[in-house]
C-alpha cells in the first residue's frame, strides 16, 4: 500500500551502508503495541482501541530513512484464550519471534503484571536476537517499573543489567516520548543489508483487509462488554458506481440476534454513525469518494468455525 508517508520525504540512501531487518512487536493485549508502529511509521496503519485484542493478524508497517530500513511486526496481543481465532491470534504473536531481527518487547506499567505478561516473557527468555523492554505509557503520571524488571529477574534468573541482549528504555508510542532514543537502538541492533521493500511502501496489509479493519475499529470504539470480542467485518465487493464512486459493500458478523440489534440500534441509528465514521477513512484510503453499504449477520460460533475464519482471510490457519 503506497502512501504518503514520511518515508518519501527521505533524503538519497546510500545502498552499501543501510541496515535492514524485521522487528516484532510483542505483548499482552492493550499495551500500546500498534499504536507504537502507527507513531513510529508516521501514518495509521494498523487499528487502535481501548478493548483489548484489537489486532487479529500481523501487520508490517515499514519505515525507511538514510540508516536504512525497519520492518515493524505489529501482532496481536498475546493473551489466554483458547478458541481457534484466539489460537490463530497467539499463533501470529509468537511464531515471529524465531524469523526476526529484533523483538520489542512492550508493557504497560500503568497496569499491573499478570498471567498473559508472564506467558509473554516465557516466549522471549530464550529468543537469541536483541530485546528492547519497552516501558510504555510514560505520558502517564507515576508509573512503576519495578514489576516488569523483577518479571524478566525472575524469569530470567539473573539481574536485568546481565540479561544478554536485553535493552530497556523508557517511552510512550502515544506522546511520542524517545522513540528517536528508540529507533537508534533498533538501527544498531538490525543487520547490514540492502532495502527489501521500495522507499514508498509503508504497509504490507491487503486493501480489504485494511477497509475491513477501519470499520471494526469503529465498532469498537461504539460497542461495549463483550461485542467487540464477538464481531468481525468482511468486504463483500467494490464497484464502480456512477459519478466516480465506489460502492464498498461490507458484512458486519455478530455471534447472537441479541448483539445484531444493538449493533444495528434504534432506527438502525448506531449503524448510520458507524457507517459515516468509516466512510470518511475508507475515501483517504481508496482515494474516492464512496458509497459504504454496511449489513449485519448473527452466526453463532464464527470465532471457532474454521470455512468462516478462512473466509475471513485469516490464511495460513493450522489448527
Ligand atoms: N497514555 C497512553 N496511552 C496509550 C499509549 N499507547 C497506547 N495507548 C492507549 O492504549 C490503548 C491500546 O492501544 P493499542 O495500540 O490498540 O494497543 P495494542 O497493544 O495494539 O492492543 P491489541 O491490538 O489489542 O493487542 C488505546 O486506548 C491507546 O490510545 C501511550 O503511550 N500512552
Ligand atoms: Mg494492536
Given at each position: ?7 518519501k ?24 503495541k ?48 483458547s ?7 497467539n ?34 527468555k ?27 529477574e ?10 544478554k ?5 523508557a517511552?510512550?508510542g ?16 538490525l ?7 521500495p522507499q514508498?511502501i ?26 467487540p ?30 448483539q ?29 469518494k ?28 493450522i489448527?
Open positions: 500500500m503506497p502512501d504518503k508517508s514520511r518515508n520525504e527521505n533524503k538519497e540512501i546510500k545502498k552499501e551502508q543501510t541496515r535492514c531487518g524485521f522487528v516484532s512487536v510483542v505483548g499482552r493485549p492493550n499495551v500500546g500498534s499504536t507504537l508502529v502507527n507513531k513510529m511509521i508516521g501514518e495509521k496503519i494498523s487499528i487502535v482501541s481501548r478493548v483489548p485484542q484489537t489486532t487479529r493478524r500481523q501487520i508490517r508497517g515499514i519505515y525507511t530513512d538514510e540508516r536504512g530500513q525497519i520492518i515493524f511486526i505489529d501482532t496481536p496481543g498475546l493473551h489466554l484464550g478458541d481457534r481465532l484466539d489460537r490463530f491470534m499463533r501470529s504473536s509468537t511464531g515471529t519471534l524465531d524469523e526476526v531481527d529484533c523483538v520489542i518487547h512492550l508493557v504497560d506499567p500503568s497496569r499491573r503484571v499478570g498471567e498473559e505478561e508472564k506467558n509473554v516473557v516465557q516466549h522471549l530464550s529468543i537469541k536476537v536483541p530485546i528492547i523492554l519497552g516501558l510504555n505509557k510514560v505520558d502517564l503520571k507515576s508509573l512503576d517499573f519495578t514489576p516488569y524488571i523483577s518479571l524478566w525472575k524469569m530470567a534468573g539473573k539481574a536485568i543489567t546481565d540479561i541482549h536485553l535493552t530497556m528504555i517511552i510512550s502515544k506522546s511520542g516520548i524517545n522513540l528517536d532514543k528508540l529507533m537508534d537502538i533498533i538501527f544498531h541492533s543487520p547490514r543489508g540492502p532495502l527489501l521493500y514508498d509503508i504497509c504490507d496489509l491487503p486493501r480489504r483487509l485494511a477497509m475491513a479493519d477501519i470499520i471494526r475499529e469503529k465498532l469498537f470504539n461504539l460497542m461495549r462488554q463483550e461485542i470480542h464477538s464481531l468481525e467485518v468482511y468486504i463483500e465487493h467494490v464497484q464502480p458506481r456512477k459519478g466516480n464512486m465506489l460502492n464498498v459493500k461490507a458484512l458486519i458478523m455478530v455471534a447472537r440476534p441479541g445484531k440489534e444493538i449493533v444495528i440500534g434504534k432506527k438502525g441509528e448506531i449503524l448510520k454513525l458507524i457507517g459515516t465514521k468509516a466512510r470518511k477513512e475508507l475515501e483517504i484510503l481508496l482515494e474516492s464512496v458509497f459504504l453499504d454496511l449489513h449485519v449477520k448473527a452466526k453463532k460460533g464464527w470465532r471457532d468455525n474454521l470455512s468462516v475464519l478462512q473466509d475471513l482471510g485469516y490464511e495460513f490457519f489448527d
